[in-house]
T-cell receptor, first 116, second 112 residues
Framework: AQKVTQAQTEISVVEKEDVTLDCVYETRDTTYYLFWYKQPPSGELVFLIRRNSFDEQNEISGRYSWNFQKSTSSFNFTITASQVVDSAVYFCALSESNTGFQKLVFGTGTRLLVSP | DTEVTQTPKHLVMGMTNKKSLKCEQHMGHRAMYWYKQKAKKPPELMFVYSYEKLSINESVPSRFSPECPNSSLLNLHLHALQPEDSALYLC???????????FGQGTRLTVV
């Protein structure tokens, strides 16, 4: 069965600090997709990144970067020079390919609090 | 336009009421989803519609009844709910399993 673990329940940092959110997943599928979503207090889940199981290239988008390591089943997310607006709950999620549509399994989320 | 619109944003209903949640997307996505999120928990999948047909029902109680009138609309009909059904109900859509799902802002439901 598929499972996503986000061991960090809550992280507090001061603005401009770098922070890494950890995500470890379990799946028996060879083709799968990993996602990160941000959920601000308003409630909407905001898509950040999608990575398929065959693409282990790391990605950088502005202050955000992602490190996908298949060998350790991890897909970690780093925010560089954090800002107050980054405060939110961040979810890592997994979707397997055998259903024909997305069936997201979410981790328990990491609440990030960035203080000024 | 990458928007999924949900109405209403907030809903308070009694246990004997019947109400409906609505969701709309105009991205041409063929899959639409209902998720339920309790406070401080991750979203949990309830239903999946693929090409306007119900594809997945995650053993959801029959007091929740989904409906997909067309490819852009998704409804969730609520009847005889319990206080423990109070949660944030999120609608999402995606093109297929390879692409990301876009979520609406959700409906915060309180059952009294």
């Amino acid at each position: 069965a598929q499972k996503v673990t986000q061991a960090q329940t809550e992280i507090s940092v001061v603005e401009k600090e770098d922070v890494t959110l950890d995500c470890v997943y379990e799946t028996r599928d060879t083709t799968y997709y990993l996602f990160w979503y941000k959920q601000p207090p308003s409630g909407e889940l905001v898509f950040l990144i999608r990575r398929n199981s065959f693409d282990e290239q790391n990605e950088i988008s502005g202050r955000y970067s992602w490190n996908f390591q298949k060998s350790t089943s991890s897909f970690n997310f780093t925010i560089t020079a954090s800002q107050v607006v980054d405060s939110a709950v961040y979810f890592c999620a997994l979707s397997e390919s055998n259903t024909g549509f997305q069936k997201l399994v979410f981790g328990t989320g990491t609440r990030l609090l960035v203080s000024p | 336009d990458t928007e999924v619109t949900q109405t209403p944003k907030h809903l308070v209903m009694g246990m004997t009421n019947k109400k409906s949640l609505k969701c709309e997307q105009h991205m041409g996505h063929r899959a639409m989803y209902w998720y339920k999120q309790k406070a401080k928990k991750p979203p949990e999948l309830m239903f999946v519609y693929s090409y306007e047909k119900l594809s997945i029902n995650e053993s959801v109680p029959s007091r929740f009844s989904p409906e997909c009138p067309n490819s852009s609309l998704l409804n969730l009909h609520l009847h005889a709910l319990q206080p423990e059904d109070s949660a944030l109900y999120l609608c999402a859509s995606s093109q297929d399993f390879r692409t990301e799902a876009f979520f609406g802002q959700g409906t915060r439901l309180t059952v009294v």
